[in-house]
Nanobody, 123 residues
Framework: VQLQASGGGLVQAGGSLRLTCAAS????????MGWFRQAPGKEREFVAA????????LYTDSVKGRFTISRDNAKNTVYLRMNSLKPEDTAVYYC?????????????????WGQGTQVTVSS
């Protein structure tokens, strides 16, 4: 699976962005899909995950109620809608695919990674 993340940019605090992860080579319909982020000087961290059907989702506490992960298997695409953005959300955001039957949050659980898209939130 090849993953291409896009949709990042510069936004003011309180604003919104929608990230898109487009997959190619293989269909993602059987994969758990996740979003991670890495801020400067920090380790990559889990943000959100969605089951293959889209029926189950999981979020890290800091984004609950603000971010929404979704997927369109027909388009081989995963989205991350980010509302009420805060400066601490500034990071490079990565999408990833896990060959798993359950939602997973560890970096090592994911087998395929996109190249990342920069999100910068100004105060």
């Amino acid at each position: 699976v090849q993953l291409q993340a896009s949709g990042g940019g510069l936004v003011q605090a309180g604003g919104s962005l929608r990230l898109t992860c487009a997959a190619s080579v293989l269909a993602i319909s059987s994969f758990v899909m996740g979003w991670f982020r890495q801020a400067p000087g920090k380790e990559r961290e889990f943000v959100a995950a969605i089951s293959w059907s889209g029926g189950s989702t999981l979020y890290t506490d800091s984004v609950k109620g603000r971010f929404t992960i979704s997927r369109d298997n027909a388009k081989n695409t995963v989205y991350l809608r980010m509302n009420s953005l805060k400066p601490e959300d500034t990071a490079v955001y990565y999408c990833a695919a896990a060959d798993s039957t359950v939602l997973v949050v560890g970096i090592s659980d994911y087998h395929y990674w996109g190249q990342g898209t920069q999100v910068t939130v100004s105060s």
